[in-house]
Antibody, heavy 120, light 105 residues
Framework: EVQLVESGGDLVKPGGSLRLSCAAS????????MTWVRQAPGKGLEWVGR??????????DFAAPVKGRFTISRDDSKNTLYLLMNSLQSEDTALYYC???????????WGQGTLVTVSP | DIQMTQSPSTLSASVGDRVTITCRAS??????VAWFQQKPGKAPKLLIY???YLQSGVPSRFSGSGSGTEFTLTISSLQPDDFATYYC????????FGQGTKVEI
């Protein structure tokens, strides 16, 4: 059974950095395309970024609001996905989910999310 | 960027009602649409992908249709467990979600 468990969310000051983790089980992370999706309090869903599977090149892409500030990486030995967030702004306050992208496109399994709050 | 516009934003319904939610894409996206259900405090749950394919384990009262720019999610007979917020999503070019439709009593 696929399981995704996010962690690392915290209260951080504007301009700060934070690294989120997504521990995967039930499948091999490097063989999967993975995404990060966020949801600001009381708002809708917003795609943040993705990393392709190793066989598809392992490249990353990001949404315009976070491009240049966020990076995605994997630790294959820990079967864990990371989202490194720099230069955080109040608009980045949200619940961050990791999700598997079946066939590289369909977001079929989601974690429970981890909360990031950016505030002075 | 491809925009997804859902309607209505809120829908009041009763148990047993047939419910339809519409999603319009800003450009043609073929059939690359998914629908999600989200309950308060929970992660989104995939219901439908490729416009009309039911995700494994999802009740058959849920169905999806459409292609190009117009898509619908239909719940044939609303059940108490179905009161939630529903999102459409395109995945032809990265991922974009609609703004959500809250189905309430």
């Amino acid at each position: 059974e696929v399981q995704l468990v996010e962690s690392g969310g915290d209260l951080v000051k504007p301009g700060g950095s934070l690294r989120l983790s997504c521990a995967a089980s039930g499948f091999t992370l490097r063989d999967a395309s993975m995404t990060w999706v966020r949801q600001a309090p009381g708002k809708g869903l917003e795609w943040v970024g993705r990393i392709k599977s190793e066989s598809d090149g392992g490249t990353t892409d990001f949404a315009a609001p976070v491009k240049g500030r966020f990076t995605i990486s994997r630790d294959d030995s820990k079967n864990t996905l990371y989202l490194l967030m720099n230069s955080l702004q109040s608009e980045d306050t949200a619940l961050y989910y990791c999700a598997t992208a079946k066939w590289g496109t369909v977001l079929d399994s989601w974690g429970q999310g981890t909360l990031v709050t950016v505030s002075p | 960027d491809i925009q997804m516009t859902q309607s209505p934003s809120t829908l009041s319904a009763s148990v047993g009602d047939r419910v339809t939610i519409t999603c319009r894409a800003s450009e043609s996206i073929n059939v690359w649409v998914a629908w999600f259900q989200q309950k308060p405090g929970k992660a989104p749950k995939l219901l439908i992908y490729q416009a009309s394919y039911l995700q494994s384990g999802v009740p058959s009262r849920f169905s999806g249709s459409g292609s190009g720019t117009e898509f619908t999610l239909t719940i044939s007979s609303l059940q108490p467990d179905d009161f939630a917020t529903y999102y459409c999503q395109q995945y032809t070019h990265y991922w974009t979600f609609g703004q959500g439709t809250k189905v309430e009593i």
